[in-house]
């Protein structure tokens, strides 16, 4: 079992900046394939960026330039730092993992409870 834990969501203005974070625990060797999601109210989960076990990134075309994926592995924590922050990026935000390289699609088999990010103009 993969345990994972989001922090770091909150409230900010237009053109801010959050750092989320996803402790993980338990067999972490097993799932090497990461990612980040979001969620808005009456919307699909959408898959926001993502990291494989070599460090390679993936990043949803309304992130690009804005959200970098990284991952410490000494302390088992993958973050996704958000800056120029826009309303539309407001949502619930999920990590996820797995042994499978899912890339931005919602397959992930592990998730965490989610951090919600809210965005003002």
């Known amino acids: 079992q993969v345990q994972l834990v989001e922090s770091g969501g909150g409230s900010v203005q237009a053109g801010g900046s959050l750092r989320l974070s996803c402790a993980t625990s338990?067999?972490?060797?097993?799932?090497?394939?990461m990612g980040w999601f979001r969620q808005a109210p009456g919307k699909e989960r959408e898959g926001v960026a993502a990291?494989?076990?070599?460090?390679?990134?993936a990043y949803a075309d309304s992130v690009k330039g804005r959200f970098t994926i990284s991952k410490d592995n000494a302390k088992n924590t993958l973050y996704l730092q958000m800056n120029s922050l826009k309303p539309e990026d407001t949502a619930m935000y999920y990590c996820?993992?797995?042994?499978?390289?899912?890339?931005?699609?919602?397959?992930?088999?592990?998730w965490g409870q989610g951090t919600q990010v809210t965005v003002s103009s």
């Open positions: 996820a993992a797995d042994r499978t390289w899912w890339v931005l699609l919602p397959e992930y088999n592990y």
């Open positions: 990291i494989d076990s070599d460090g390679s990134t």
């Open positions: 338990g067999y972490t060797y097993s799932t090497p394939y």
